[in-house]
């Protein structure tokens, strides 16, 4: 008859065993990939398909709808003479100087909003309202107070994505259990270090949530600023260039351009938030939700 002390510890051996995340073999890792590179990939393969059908078919004009292989000579001969590299580095360090900015004022501003009632009664509606604002709308006004100058493009990338990511962190606290913020009282802790051991730990998700939007907010807000304003002292980025296309009326540039901000938002995706959601979600027991 086995002992309670050898039943305790198979007990324990089997939740140990089902909080421990499955390790993948290399066969397994092989086919997570294999899914979730290859789905992507013949979507691709089909929609260039379509597209060269509906050219071949001649619906539309060449102007309005050039060949797949005329848009990717233009978008080769721009990756030729690196102009594509310029473009891209203009607009995505532009954007990535702006979106940090952005998490500093709006974390401790979220903070304050979701644990300051007065505050939140305050602001609380503006900053809804200023997320549903379309960015483009503060284009026009940038301009007008700081002129076509690298600062008018940072003021509307704050302006885009300071609400969400604020708002996420709201969203997140607000999600928090009630106990977790009284035990850290209990245990002596205070308000900047409930902030930073408690709140943000535990609002992980939902402020990753708005980190995700503002990023799309600042990166929709600069496309909007760049095609608009137009200077030798912003440099040439990718609106500018997207700009370029409507100017000339070239289409296979029009498409080049939207293709290269396209891999731009893929790439942030994949490379950074896409980690950061899987690492959050596996210290939470959730590895499987995202692949």
Not at 16 to 29: C, F, K, N, V
Not at 69 to 75: F, N, P, R
Not at 88 to 112: E, K, Q, Y
Not at 170 to 177: E, K, R
Request: hydrophobic share 55%; proline share 8%; charged share 15%.
């Amino acid at each position: 008859m086995p002992r309670l002390d050898d039943l305790d510890a198979a007990v324990e051996a089997g939740l140990d065993a089902l909080d421990t995340p499955p390790q993948e073999t290399g066969p397994g890792r092989v086919r997570r990939i294999l899914r979730a590179v290859l789905p992507p990939v013949a979507f691709l393969a089909v929609a260039i398909g379509i597209w060269q059908a509906l050219w071949a078919a001649a619906f539309w004009p060449e102007y309005q709808l050039p060949a797949p292989l005329a848009v990717w000579d233009e978008l080769w001969a721009r990756i030729a003479d690196a102009q594509a590299f310029g473009f891209v580095w203009t607009s995505v360090h532009r954007a990535v100087l702006g979106f940090l900015v952005a998490i500093v004022i709006a974390t401790p501003l979220g903070l304050l909003v979701a644990k300051v009632r007065v505050v939140r009664s305050a602001i609380g509606p503006f900053l809804s309202g200023l997320q549903s604002l379309p960015s483009v709308a503060w284009v026009p006004a940038a301009i007008l107070w700081f002129g076509v100058t690298p600062t008018a493009m940072y003021a509307v990338l704050l302006l885009g994505s300071v609400p969400s990511i604020a708002n996420g962190l709201v969203a997140g606290i607000d999600q928090i259990p009630p106990i977790l913020p009284r035990v850290g009282k209990v245990l002596g802790a205070g308000r900047l270090q409930a902030s930073w051991h408690i709140l943000l730990p535990a609002a992980l998700p939902g402020y990753l949530a708005g980190l995700k939007q503002g990023w799309a907010f600042s990166w929709r807000s600069l496309m909007a600023a760049e095609i608009i304003a137009v200077s030798p002292l912003l440099g040439k980025g990718l609106g500018a260039y997207l700009d370029d296309g409507r100017t000339l009326s070239d289409m296979p540039t029009v498409i080049s351009a939207i293709v290269l901000i396209l891999l731009v938002g893929v790439g942030i995706e994949l490379l950074v938030f896409r980690p950061l959601e899987r690492s959050v979600l596996r210290a939470r027991g959730l590895s499987g939700s995202v692949r």
